[in-house]
């Protein structure tokens, strides 16, 4: 892997070890991801890709290795990392189910960020909170409903943009699109690609959804045996020659989804 | 890269042209609001807006929407607005920016303050017959369950029976004796202490004894079973609820009534007389230590004269209560895990009615009992 120079990537892993007891999940992993692009990480289910993540977001203890993430390392240890803390305003997660505050409305939950980070008036906090929900493609009338009140798609619109909130610049998405139909997911996608347009962002995104990998992401990370094992954008995973890879993106799902012979 | 947030403005004629710079984003949110509030009280005043956003090095969406509310600001009021020098990577931010926000709120209507209060009260005395139809409902689906396991026994989920009265019933005993065993030895030290004034310090037997019996025992039991057991039936089924396991239960054709519910009351009701019956022991044994040290009466005159002080009725008046109330504890609590909603906010509210309801329909059943007790003169 080419090393390119630190001030130019989000995130840079080296040489990281995850482990549960005597499990070792990820063994010695290395992987860039360059700011400004958005990154898809692929592997089988339960290869560690939400470990992979949730390592990064700080979630899980490290056994050894260094994580960097926008140029500053964020350690586990030392509660009064000043640095670290920092580094965690610049990031917007949207979990897997979401994980809205269920006591709070969908605007209320995309306030909190902003009410916790920034000193603003209660009006202009409720108008960038709408705006962000109307940029996810919610509607005001979304926002005064509960969690338990919002379809699965609405959820995630919401997660988004609560992870949006502060205006990150890095975003980690866990499987987005999952539990979409394909139109809600295409949307998705799309407001994914305008948005790191618009926003400049930099997105970290675990997803098996295929399409995705093809229209939204730069680059494709594959995930396999605790290692990054092929990197690069989708025509170069294509001719990848590990198996696991191979079987992934010339599966019958995959044929079905290839767009152009030219392409591979 | 990242400055301050500046806002020049100029007067060209009648238009007011506003230069933004700098920084226009969330870190600097207070900054920009101020900003904001010196230049919007301006805007009417003036004929024409134009903004040049060519100094902004940095913008997100705060700082977008500030922008486009000073731009929408002016053109309310009649303005020609003209927003120049948007660099190229900031052009697709605005444009979506300009699309936000366009409905306008509707402000809540008001309301007669007088017809508010008649409507809430009309709603609380509306719920407070839905919490009686809610328990009755409750009783009469657990009788229905109860009666089909009658007929076919082999359906009773026998196991979940024995691992409920595990957990509601051994694994309570510790605390239930402790405490106990602390409220006996409490009344008979203060029955000692005012007994003694007048010469009656050998009725404290009387007193711990008929009073342990018939009444303390299984009220303090009751309330405790209520508080360790009742919650945890509540919270349990709340969270099946919420994840929708009890769904998936009733469309495999189960009765989560008979599966869920039907065990864990019969343990209850298993237990409860049991706890009782240790806590009334326990009591009085806690009533004997402090007889023996503190009053000077030893364990053996203790026992002949609780002997005479007792009878088989006072156990059984205590003792007879204890079903009754594990059923109403029962009911209760899983009738409000049944009733919890989506949010974790509920499951609390929940857990926190089933508690405070049932230890009150506990004390209720106790002044009931009472007084059917003493009319059939037991």
Known sequence: MVDIASDSLA?????????????????????????GEILGLVGASGAGKSVLMRTIIGLLPKRSGDIEVMGVDIDDHGADNAEADNAKTCWGIL?????????????????????????????????????????????????????????????????LARALALDPALVF?????????????????????????????????????????????????????????????MSQLRHSVHPWVKAYFHGKRSLMLQPKASEI | MSSAPLLDETNRGETLELIPSGSWTAAYAAALER????????????????????????????????????????????????????????????????????DKPKTAAWQNPMLARLESIGRSSLSA????????????????????????????????????LYQVGWRAIPIMALVTFLIGGIIAQQGFFFFRKFGAGSYVVDLVGILVLRELGVL????????????????????????????????????PIEVLILPRIIALVCALPMLAFIGAMSALSGGGLVAWLYGGMSPLIFTARL????????????????????????????SEGLRVAGSAESLGARTTISVVKSIFLVILLDGGFAIFFASIGM
């Open chain 1, 95 to 159: 979990f897997q189910q979401g994980a809205l505050f269920s006591s709070l409305t969908a605007l209320q939950n995309v306030e909190f960020p902003i009410r916790e980070g920034l000193v603003l008036s209660a009006e202009l906090m409720k108008e960038v909170a709408t705006a962000k929900l109307e940029m996810v493609g919610l509607t005001p009338r979304d926002g005064d409903k509960l969690p338990a009140e919002l379809s699965g798609g609405m959820t995630k619109r919401v997660g």
């Open chain 1, 11 to 35: 995130i840079r892993i080296r040489d990281l070890v995850v482990a549960f007891g005597e499990q070792i999940v990820i063994d010695h992993l290395d992987l860039d991801v360059r700011r």
């Open chain 2, 307 to 334: 002997h005479d002080a007792v009878s088989i009725t006072h156990f059984e008046v205590g003792i007879l209560k204890a079903p009754f109330m594990a059923l109403a504890i029962g009911i209760v609590a899983c």
């Open chain 2, 129 to 164: 017959i839905q919490e009686a139809a809610v328990f009755v409902q409750m009783l009469g689906a657990l009788s229905n369950a109860g009666y089909a396991v009658t007929r076919r026994p082999r359906r009773l989920r026998f196991t979940s029976v024995i691992y409920q």
């Open chain 2, 220 to 255: 303090i039991v009751a309330i405790m079973v209520a508080g360790r057991s009742g919650s945890a039936y509540t919270a349990e089924l709340g969270s099946m609820k919420m994840r929708e396991e009890i769904d998936a239960l009733s469309t495999m054709g189960l009765d």
């Open chain 1, 173 to 233: 998405l866990d499987e987005p699109t999952s539990g979409l139909d394909p139109i809600a997911a295409g949307e998705f996608d799309d407001l994914i690609r305008t948005l790191q347009k618009t926003l400049g962002l930099t997105v970290f995104m675990v997803t098996h959804d295929l399409a995705s990998l093809n229209t939204v992401c730069d680059r494709v990370a594959a995930l396999a045996d605790g290692k990054i094992v092929a990197i690069g954008p």
């Open chain 2, 35 to 102: 900003l904001f509030d010196v230049v919007s009280p301006r805007l009417s005043r003036s004929k024409g807006l134009t903004i040049d956003m060519a100094g902004v090095s940095e913008l997100d969406t705060l700082g977008a929407w500030l922008i486009e509310k000073l731009s929408r600001q002016a053109r309310d009021s009649g303005h020609a607005v003209a927003v120049v020098g948007v660099a190229e990577r900031y052009a697709g931010l605005i444009d979506d920016i300009r699309l936000v926000n366009r």
